[in-house]
């Protein structure tokens, strides 16, 4: 894809929260009657989860604007395939193995080399087995009720995994947390969810206390995802004004914090009925990765327009497990595209080189890299050539119809 240095500008509406859409897609398929979850975009992960709750069971209807899903009804042998979807997998993994004796688990891409021993070392203490510790794998043996143990800064997809799959067992757990918990906010967001389904979690003294309630069927409206806004509202801190609707200012997400980071990048944000963004001045910035480690790959390209100064973007160890390793990829985007980077274990610090020359980048099939190439022609001098485009369908398969409507220019 050959893409042109245009500036942005205008109105869109967010994507629905990838993150939410899961969760709740989770809980209504465990819940008895039909729920109806309101979401007007699916992306490749959503669908994946949805296919995989299909084989466990549930019966799902789709519409232009929601999901209407009946409770999983127990069948035969499952075989599982949660394709690249992180969060299918590491969240249908213990709920699965509560329903069924055996299943099999298959995946796809970088998936099998992604790190799942921990959450498999708590499944094997309480009932599981496996007959592999990667993917492709088969399981035999329930998960079993009981105290688990798990660190909170590996994953918090483990602990959301545990605590959704507690709530359908027949007794009482309890999931103690043996490190700091990092992406704390999704671990909030499956509660929040957890619990607008009619499911009991209590959390004191670094121990979740979960009642076996089960799920209640309801009515669920998935918000807008802040993980993807935050390329377009870059856009607009780059270059034209940007206004985008569906975002919920108050939402548990993590990425809602791309709009404090934009303030101290001296952009000027309006919060309303609309989020607006547009550019005033630029100055250096420093974010912890900890809590937004998604938003690595587009604020590096923010970081590059300063005119000047370095950048620092610390704490970000994990993001060598996602998609690609983000932290060498994102740093590759940049040099490729005329910037100065340093690499190095956890963290980034990029230049400020009053913006890029354009160049070749590849995505190495990472939708954050290839979005996050994408608005870098907002400032770069030549035209950015990107291999793997079509990597956004992970999470926004509109995101070029959106970048187009903006004034986005670009070749197949």
């Given at each position: 894809?050959?893409?042109?240095?245009?500036?942005?500008?205008?109105?869109?509406?967010?994507?629905?929260?990838?993150?939410?859409?899961?969760?709740?897609?989770?809980?209504?398929?465990?819940?008895?009657?039909?729920?109806?979850?309101?979401?007007?975009?699916?992306?490749?992960?959503?669908?994946?989860?949805?296919?995989?709750?299909?084989?466990?069971?549930?019966?799902?209807?789709?519409?232009?604007?929601?999901?209407?899903?009946?409770?999983?009804?127990?069948?035969?042998?499952?075989?599982?395939?949660?394709?690249?979807?992180?969060?299918?997998?590491?969240?249908?993994?213990?709920?699965?193995?509560?329903?069924?004796?055996?299943?099999?688990?298959?995946?796809?891409?970088?998936?099998?080399?992604?790190?799942?021993?921990?959450?498999?070392?708590?499944?094997?203490?309480?009932?599981?087995?496996?007959?592999?510790?990667?993917?492709?794998?088969?399981?035999?043996?329930?998960?079993?009720?009981?105290?688990?143990?798990?660190?909170?800064?590996?994953?918090?997809?483990?602990?959301?995994?545990?605590?959704?799959?507690?709530?359908?067992?027949?007794?009482?757990?309890?999931?103690?947390?043996?490190?700091?918990?990092?992406?704390?906010?999704?671990?909030?967001?499956?509660?929040?969810?957890?619990?607008?389904?009619?499911?009991?979690?209590?959390?004191?003294?670094?121990?979740?206390?979960?009642?076996?309630?089960?799920?209640?069927?309801?009515?669920?409206?998935?918000?807008?995802?802040?993980?993807?806004?935050?390329?377009?509202?870059?856009?607009?801190?780059?270059?034209?004004?940007?206004?985008?609707?569906?975002?919920?200012?108050?939402?548990?997400?993590?990425?809602?914090?791309?709009?404090?980071?934009?303030?101290?990048?001296?952009?000027?944000?309006?919060?309303?009925?609309?989020?607006?963004?547009?550019?005033?001045?630029r100055k250096n910035i420093e974010v912890d990765l900890?809590?937004?480690?998604?938003?690595?790959?587009?604020?590096?390209?923010?970081?590059?327009?300063?005119?000047?100064?370095?950048?620092?973007?610390?704490?970000?160890?994990?993001?060598?497990?996602?998609e690609s390793d983000r932290l060498s990829s994102t740093?590759?985007?940049?040099?490729?595209?005329?910037?100065?980077?340093?690499?190095?274990?956890?963290?980034?610090?990029?230049?400020?080189?009053?913006?890029?020359?354009?160049?070749?980048?590849?995505?190495?099939?990472?939708?954050r890299i290839a979005m996050a190439s994408s608005i870098?022609?907002?400032?770069?001098?030549?035209?950015?050539?990107?291999?793997?485009?079509?990597?956004?369908?992970?999470?926004?398969?509109?995101?070029?119809?959106?970048?187009?409507?903006?004034?986005?220019?670009?070749?197949?």
């Amino acid at each position: 894809m050959k893409i042109s240095s245009k500036i942005l500008e205008g109105e869109v509406k967010a994507v629905p929260s990838k993150s939410y859409a899961h969760r709740a897609l989770i809980c209504a398929a465990l819940s008895q009657g039909v729920s109806t979850i309101y979401f007007d975009k699916t992306s490749e992960d959503i669908e994946a989860t949805i296919s995989c709750l299909e084989e466990l069971g549930a019966s799902v209807k789709r519409y232009l604007n929601r999901v209407e899903i009946r409770g999983i009804t127990l069948g035969e042998f499952p075989k599982i395939n949660v394709r690249e979807s992180g969060s299918t997998f590491r969240f249908l993994l213990p709920i699965s193995t509560v329903l069924y004796e055996s299943i099999e688990f298959i995946g796809e891409g970088r998936l099998p080399d992604r790190p799942i021993a921990e959450l498999i070392e708590v499944l094997k203490a309480n009932g599981v087995e496996f007959d592999r510790d990667r993917l492709p794998f088969r399981t035999h043996g329930k998960f079993k009720a009981g105290k688990y143990e798990l660190v909170g800064n590996v994953s918090s997809q483990y602990i959301s995994g545990i605590l959704m799959a507690a709530s359908i067992m027949n007794e009482k757990s309890e999931l103690k947390l043996t490190s700091s918990l990092e992406s704390k906010n999704y671990v909030d967001m499956t509660l929040q969810v957890m619990k607008e389904f009619g499911a009991k979690v209590s959390f004191k003294d670094d121990v979740y206390k979960i009642l076996p309630t089960g799920y209640k069927s309801r009515k669920y409206r998935v918000e807008g995802d802040w993980s993807n806004a935050a390329f377009f509202l870059v856009a607009g801190a780059l270059g034209g004004k940007i206004s985008m609707s569906d975002l919920n200012v108050e939402s548990l997400q993590g990425d809602r914090k791309i709009l404090d980071i934009l303030r101290d990048f001296g952009a000027e944000v309006e919060m309303g009925n609309r989020v607006t963004i547009e550019p005033k001045f630029r100055k250096n910035i420093e974010v912890d990765l900890k809590d937004v480690p998604d938003l690595l790959p587009i604020l590096s390209v923010l970081a590059t327009s300063v005119n000047g100064g370095v950048s620092k973007f610390y704490n970000g160890g994990r993001l060598r497990l996602k998609e690609s390793d983000r932290l060498s990829s994102t740093a590759e985007m940049i040099r490729n595209l005329g910037g100065k980077v340093e690499e190095r274990e956890s963290e980034l610090l990029v230049y400020g080189t009053s913006g890029l020359s354009g160049g070749e980048v590849d995505s190495y099939n990472d939708h954050r890299i290839a979005m996050a190439s994408s608005i870098a022609s907002i400032i770069s001098g030549g035209e950015i050539y990107l291999s793997g485009a079509s990597a956004v369908n992970k999470s926004y398969p509109k995101f070029y119809e959106d970048f187009k409507k903006l004034g986005g220019e670009y070749e197949l």
